[in-house]
């Protein structure tokens, strides 16, 4: 296992311990009113974050929880082994001091070791825009932006929480979905994080894509993200990363990459699944709020929200 999958698994495995000896409500605290798992997250981390130094060619891949993070993070991690030479999931494909790619989850000393790390630097967030160092809009560092329907996100992260020790579980669908909506979800309100990110998609470092662009042709996905990035691919290479972000190939792989959260992480990774779970009054709420806070927008009309979430 290379070093950054260590350091995910060994992170993983912590907070898990952790997890087990804690009661539903100590698994979130609250930050610039933000929830935030206690056990990856702290406020001494947030604090050492504001400094963070970014440079401008840092690859930053930003995505709301369960939008495919874990997905894209491979493309990209494998595109940057190709721009450095090397090969795709070999050992040697990972820098020899890796950090773990989440932004705000490690320690205080993380931002200072980091330091220390040739370029380019992957990592990767589920934070807001206004909630990331400054430096990163400052060095116009280049950021991928990856969103995903609001009703597939919310199965998603239903099934997640219910998967993980570190969030709070659910009895029930219906008790998930009042959390979703009114705002108490680790790591914020999801139309609000969108409607954040809509005031910088205009910037030339942002990219934006969308999980169901990729899911429908991820060979065209991939060269876009390649060329966005400045890294010049072959054929050969294209395919390469085209195979290995399979959903089939990462989940048979996931118990190495991820640990004991692999079967969580890589559960079904299709469009749509949020049909089995919505009932007619839910449809509704989230249009209405969809409506309100995203219609019109540049990052709602690319969700295509009338064609991934009308019934």
């Known amino acids: 296992m290379d070093k950054s999958r260590k350091a995910f698994v ?9 997890a087990s000896s804690m009661h539903r409500d100590e698994l979130l605290f609250s930050y610039k ?14 604090k050492a974050l504001e400094s963070f130094e970014a440079r401008r060619d840092d690859v930053i891949l930003a995505g709301y929880p369960k939008s495919g993070t874990n997905w894209l993070s491979q493309i990209l991690t494998d595109l940057i082994a190709i721009s450095q030479k090397k ?3 070999g050992e040697s494909s990972a820098n020899a001091e890796e950090e773990f790619p989440y932004l705000e989850v490690g320690d205080t000393e993380k931002y200072e070791r980091m330091t220390k790390l040739p370029s380019p630097r992957f990592m990767v967030t589920h934070l807001r825009p206004e909630n990331l160092p400054k ?13 995903r329907n609001p009703k597939d996100v919310a199965t998603s992260f239903y099934h997640f929480c219910n998967g993980l020790a570190t969030l709070p579980s659910y009895e029930t669908w219906d008790d998930f979905f009042t959390d979703f909506m009114t705002k108490k979800m680790a790591w914020g309100c999801y139309l609000e994080y969108l409607s954040e990110w809509n005031k910088y998609v205009d910037q030339e470092n942002i990219m934006t ?6 899911k429908e042709n991820r060979a065209l996905a991939v060269k876009n993200i390649a060329t966005f990035f400045g890294i010049p691919l072959t054929e050969e290479e294209l395919q390469l990363v085209v195979e290995r972000s ?11 990459t991820h640990g004991a959260v692999g079967n969580v992480l890589f559960r079904k990774g299709c469009v749509s699944d949020w049909k089995n779970l919505f009932s007619e009054d839910q449809n509704e709420k989230m249009d209405k709020a969809f409506e309100e806070r995203m219609a019109g927008t540049k990052l709602g009309k690319k969700l295509k929200y009338d064609v991934y979430c009308k019934a």
């Open 10 to 18: 060994d992170l993983v495995d912590k907070a898990l311990a952790a």
């Open 33 to 46: 009113g933000i929830l935030y798992p206690t056990t990856v997250c702290s406020l001494e981390v947030f």
């Open 87 to 89: 090969t795709p999931g």
């Open 135 to 147: 430096s990163v809009f400052q060095r116009k560092a280049k950021i991928l932006l990856l969103i």
């Open 209 to 214: 894509v969308t999980y169901e662009e990729v």
């Open 246 to 256: 399979s959903f089939q190939s990462m989940k048979k792989k996931s118990d190495k």
